[in-house]
């Protein structure tokens, strides 16, 4: 039986990268909803970007930087660093939002900076963009007969998540305000990718509607 090698590393890049984004879909969902469950009560304060440290110099020389904040309970003065790598450094005295226990003000995590956001925006990538691909795929062999408007509609809301995800871990929420906040200008590519992604679904829905008419 002949083998054609192009076709079997193609699927073999799909699975693998499909088979990575389940397995951080997965980790993402779960440290998700094991932080919700501890930091419940927890309290919000503004948390200012006030030094950095290098944190990684990889083998190509490349910097990522340790972002240390400073934010204020009771009139007290606290301090917490990201607990991951970052390769670029926002403006000093730009703001996130910090979650911290109200009877150990010490013990408090960075909206948008944990984990668990960082899992579930490689998950989405690693599964809907090879997803929406096969699609494409599918739809261009015609081995599946799609609607083209749903092609459409699918690649904007793809276009969306991932915008608002990469907000999110910025910002720690999903408006752009406060991932501009955040990181400034390096928040605008994100912030693109939503808008046109919303954009697109609009011009979808109202091509399909005025079609029906």
Sequence with gaps: MKVNFKKAI??????????????????????????????????????????YSVYDVDSDGDITYRLKYVYYSGGAEYYIETDYGSEIVPEIDSIKT??????????????????????????VMFTAIPLFMIICWLFVTEKVKLNVK???????????LVGELFIYVMGG??????????MGFLAIIPSILAIVGVIQMIKTVFAAVKEKK
């Design 150 to 160: 749903i092609l459409d509609f699918t690649a904007g809301f793809v276009l969306f």
């Design 98 to 123: 910090i979650l911290y226990e109200p009877e150990n003000p010490k013990n408090a995590v960075i909206k948008g900076g944990e984990a668990s956001s960082v899992y579930l925006t490689i998950g």
């Design 10 to 51: 193609i699927i073999l890049l799909f699975s693998s990268a499909l088979l990575a984004g389940i397995i951080f879909l997965f980790l993402g969902i779960k440290e998700s909803v094991s932080l919700a469950i501890k930091t419940k009560d927890w309290f919000e304060a503004p948390g200012y970007l006030r030094d």
């Design 173 to 182: 929420s999903f408006w752009i305000g406060s991932a501009v906040k955040s």
